[in-house]
């Protein structure tokens, strides 16, 4: 006969009926041992985790980003979008949650364009075309991603012909080529 650790090795410490219910009960036979449940797709328990997960989500205020960095809230976010990400997998959220992430925002998580009005008024503000100025000022950095906005609108063609003719006034009362 084995010794005690051989059977403990190949499982044999319970009996075989005990290791097949714990298997049919989604949890492996060390953890039946213990008295460890962990029941698959347990939907009580799905549900309060998607709700968690959706008043996180509400809390930040927009889908969490897979962010780098080791302060706390760049972990807390990045361990946020790693549970959304589970858990879209899992498929817990209802339909109405699933809309609501997104109203949010893309599956990516990048945030949505502004629309070209509220890039025009911001430009109309400054006065001038937006310039990419270095520097580390929040406003020279305020103006250096106005005018990362502005290009990328151009490339996308979101700007109406209207928006577009006034851009180009700009450009010619100081210089710049629109």
């Known amino acids: 006969m084995p ?3 051989a059977r403990k090795a190949a499982g044999a ?3 075989a009926a005990t290791r097949v219910a714990a298997v049919q009960r989604g949890t492996s036979p060390s953890q039946a041992d213990r008295g460890v449940a962990q029941p698959a797709g347990d939907g009580a328990a799905d549900t309060v985790l998607a709700a968690t997960i959706m008043s996180d989500i509400r809390h930040l205020g927009r889908l969490p980003l897979r962010v780098r960095g080791q302060e706390a809230h760049k972990c807390a976010e990045r ?3 790693a549970r959304l990400s589970r858990a879209k997998e899992k498929g817990i959220f209802t339909r109405e949650q699933l809309q609501e992430l997104d109203s949010l925002g893309d599956a990516g998580g990048a945030p949505q364009p502004a629309t070209t009005d509220s890039l025009m008024n911001e430009i109309r503000s400054l006065g001038r075309l937006p310039r990419r100025v270095r520097g580390d000022a929040e ?3 305020s103006e250096r991603n106005l005018a ?6 151009k490339k996308q063609k979101r700007f109406s012909e209207a928006q577009l003719a006034e851009l180009s006034t700009f450009a010619a009362g100081c210089g710049h080529v629109a």
């Open 13 to 15: 410490s319970q009996p």
């Open 139 to 141: 406003a020279q950095q």
């Open 3 to 5: 010794s005690t650790s």
């Open 79 to 81: 361990n946020l979008a």
């Open 148 to 153: 990362q906005r502005m290009t990328t609108a």
